[in-house]
């Protein structure tokens, strides 16, 4: 996958502002297919809207497919290195996980449109739609070992409750976020986080 | 949501000859849109692959949007009668939920394309997506409240739960089934199911 990465990305090195534009496209991608889907949004779409030259694009992307798989990358390290950081403080599983939930839901509040984004890509592209989530599970799996290492938590096959824990936060930030533009309710976010840790608990 | 339906939805009543057409078209239409995508299949690829008349197609369906939405709410209704049917016979909520589990990975490894098909309604229909998913936490909210009153389970939001319940059974049936085209292995869903019941126990 690494391999696609390299092929698909701009490889040259760019400057400080090649990058502050590149960015800028970015951003305005997000928006653009969010709000039209992928097949009906043009480059023309998002140049007009970021106020820049067409030919200019092209320097940056060779296509609407390739910005569109580099948004999805994008998104994906953006919110999964927030969720890092965000956790290193933590004491213990359970509060990394609790830190990690909020992390994530935050960042969706201000990038509603990853829910739509992530979906499309299930028919744009379909190896990036899986390689999503195979990335995102890597890191829960990483935490998970580790709880199940100093016994924090019950040996479950850990990918699978990877799998668990990424589908109850998707699913009710789908409920609350991206359907009615809310915060995930603090007591019922409690109930999911009881739910899985009474769950896990040994 | 009921009135949109009526809307889209024909409402002629068929001769079982016609019934049997109306189902023929929608199970051609369930592999060109699972396969090709909304946006890339035409009624002619569904015609063609029918073997109708592109005529006889407007009998039923006024549009491809139209005969993509009935598909959607046609799978929606089947699969959660069957869970419906196969949980009958449970004789405790436990019990009920590993049928339900169980009942509805039988149902997608035989039709693979819903996890394409529901995904690319973010697209096609919003409104239609929400319903999807509403409808079938309606199911596991029913339920739920049964247990809670009952006191089998733990006294949660039993909205959140059903979300939580919703995730897990998409994101594993994703994890297997629609990208690798195998069953959830017992032991795995034993985990998944262990997890739930853990933490929904008082």
Request: proline content about 1%; charged content about 25%.
């Amino acid at each position: 996958m690494s391999e696609m990465i390299k092929l698909t990305s701009n490889s040259l090195p760019l400057t400080k502002k090649g990058e502050k534009t590149r960015q800028h496209l970015l951003n305005i991608a997000e928006e653009v297919f969010g709000v039209k889907g992928y097949f009906n949004a043009s480059i023309v779409d998002i140049t007009q809207k970021a106020n820049v030259a067409q030919g200019t694009f092209y320097n940056y992307f060779p296509s609407k497919q390739s910005i569109f798989e580099e948004l999805v990358r994008n998104m994906s390290h953006t919110f999964r290195s927030e969720i890092r950081n965000a956790i290193k403080t933590a004491s213990n599983f359970e509060e990394s996980q609790r830190i990690g939930f909020r992390t994530f839901f935050s960042w969706v509040k201000n990038h509603r449109n990853l829910y739509s984004i992530v979906q499309q890509t299930v028919l744009v592209d379909e190896q990036l739609y899986r390689w999503y989530y195979e990335r995102l599970a890597s890191g829960y799996i990483k935490g998970l070992e580790e709880a199940i290492g100093k016994e924090e938590i019950k040996k479950y096959d850990s990918e699978t409750i990877a799998y668990c824990l990424m589908g109850i936060s998707q699913f009710l930030g789908m409920r609350w976020i991206y359907w009615e533009d809310k915060n995930v309710p603090d007591d019922l976010l409690e109930d999911a986080i009881s739910l899985i840790f009474q769950g896990l608990s040994k």
